[in-house]
């Protein structure tokens, strides 16, 4: 069994519920778990910064969460604030760029800290050159 990923990225509107949905493009199992990462920026050497979601930020507005569901068909990334999401800056909704990871259930380890995007992606046997993104608009 092959453990996956892919980069995702795509607006948060509000005609799109502030959700960004798509497909794997692959049948997963039941016994699989999908991870997903909000690229948050890159540190001062820039190295990418990934985010395990759910992600809660707190804003001058108030709190906001990137957040996800998933079925063995497609996953939906969404936000979900205690205020109007249409008053956020653009940094936060334009063009944001996520990775999905299917973590087969023979490589699950229960002591792995999957915050870790760099361990989880070694611990996989993936290189970030065989990482490809979709445009999920």
Do not use: C
Request: proline share 1%; aromatic share 14%; charged share 25%.
């Amino acid at each position: 069994i092959v453990a996956e990923v892919f980069e995702i990225e795509g607006d948060f509107t509000q005609s799109g519920n502030f959700g960004i949905r798509g497909e794997y493009g692959f049948d997963i199992l039941e016994s699989d778990k999908v991870l997903i990462y909000r690229l948050e920026g890159q540190d001062q050497d820039g190295i990418d910064i990934w985010s395990l979601l759910p992600n809660v930020v707190f804003h001058t507005n108030g709190i906001f969460t990137y957040d996800f569901d998933f079925t063995l068909y497609d996953f939906i990334v969404y936000m979900n604030g205690d205020f109007n999401l249409n008053t956020l800056e653009s940094g936060f909704t334009d063009d944001q760029i996520f990775r999905v990871l299917i973590v087969p259930a023979d490589r699950i380890d229960l002591r792995m800290d999957y915050s870790n995007h760099k361990a989880v992606l070694e611990m996989m046997g993936i290189e970030e050159k065989d990482i490809h993104r979709r445009q999920l608009k």
